[in-house]
């Protein structure tokens, strides 16, 4: 790698492919700017036309939830009942629920 590619930021790659409603993360890449970010993306991860769309997110601005506080982050719903549908039946009609 040369030393100007170690200075451009880092990317993260998203692809969503033809079958998936959502995009997944698929990697990682170098760029100076949004622009080259996306057509090195399209380059790298979607050669086989795997894909339909495409974001990019500098890694500096990707904001993540600290492991240690999971506890209070993800803490039990058992006493928030009202996340439970337990209340009720739901009709045959919509039994796909």
């Excluded at 995009?23 to 894909?51: F, I, N, P, W």
């Excluded at 506890?71 to 009709?91: C, N």
Aim: charged residues 25%; negative net charge; contains cysteine.
């Amino acid at each position: 790698m040369s030393n100007t590619q170690n200075e451009w930021p880092l990317w993260e790659v998203f692809v969503r492919s033809r079958a998936g409603l959502d995009h997944k993360h698929c990697g990682s890449l170098h760029a100076a700017d949004d622009k080259m970010a996306l057509h090195m993306a399209r380059e790298v991860y979607t050669r086989r036309q795997e894909g339909v769309s495409i974001w990019v997110v500098r890694s500096n601005h990707i904001v993540a939830s600290d492991p240690n506080e999971k506890g209070q982050l993800f803490d039990p719903a058992d006493d928030k009942v009202y996340r439970h549908p337990t209340f009720y039946e739901l009709p045959d009609s919509v039994n796909h629920m």
